[in-house]
């Protein structure tokens, strides 16, 4: 199996970790080493140095002494400068993903998620428990779907957008950079970039 080391030592980490073994228990794949936290002196469970019965290695700082180790992104952590470990998807098993669907490097999948055919997840896309990423969606970098959000065919949603809890986007929209939709909203016009939208419709509510 493959050497694994999580990047980040929070509780999204906490919850790859327990998808890499249900990944593990269909098909092995991976030795979880343990977890690099992204800040010197971050919590990291109980007890000290550890986190869901995995050891926190050190910070990010220390990856060089894993030099032949995959590896995986925790919600908000980036692979350090120069690093060459390989980065790695993580799909739960219970996710479906289409044959035609692609997913950029650093991607998460979080259980019973659904992406449709031809859907594009660029890097580091996180997508939490639930989420509905339909036909011909395209995902830029770093966006995050929350949970139970629903993306209907053919939405663009462009880079670090945030997109709330249980919100719906209706199809062919474009959800613009860094724009954040509120938990529960119902997109059924473009958003603007750097808009922070919500309501039923989703009206622009400020700015990030």
Do not use: K
């Not at 327990?18 to 990944?23: E, S």
């Not at 739960?92 to 991607?107: E, K, N, Q, T």
């Not at 997508?127 to 395209?138: C, M, S, T, Y």
């Amino acid at each position: 199996m493959r050497e694994l080391i999580i990047l980040g030592a929070g509780p999204h980490a906490a919850e790859m970790a327990d998808i890499v073994a249900a990944v593990n228990s269909c098909s092995p794949r991976w030795r979880l080493r343990g977890f690099l936290s992204a800040t010197a002196g971050a919590a990291t469970g109980s007890p000290a140095g550890e986190l869901n019965g995995y050891p926190v290695l050190g910070t990010l700082a220390d990856l060089p002494a894993y030099p032949a180790a995959e590896v995986l992104l925790e919600y908000g952590v980036r692979l350090p400068a120069g690093a060459g470990n390989p980065v790695q998807s993580l799909v739960a098993p219970s996710a479906f993903v289409s044959r035609s669907a692609r997913l950029g490097a650093g991607s998460v999948v979080y259980p019973h998620c659904f992406v449709g055919a031809r859907a594009v997840l660029g890097e580091r896309a996180f997508l939490l428990a639930g989420a509905i990423i339909n036909h011909d969606v395209h995902l830029d970098s770093d966006v995050t779907v929350c949970s139970g959000a629903t993306l209907a065919g053919g939405v663009r949603v462009e880079r670090g957008a945030y997109l709330g809890q249980r919100c719906t986007v209706r199809q062919d929209l474009c959800v613009g950079a860094d724009s954040l939709v509120g938990m529960g909203s119902v997109v059924t016009a473009d958003v603007p970039p750097r808009a922070v939208v919500a309501g039923n419709p989703a009206r622009v509510r400020g700015w990030r």
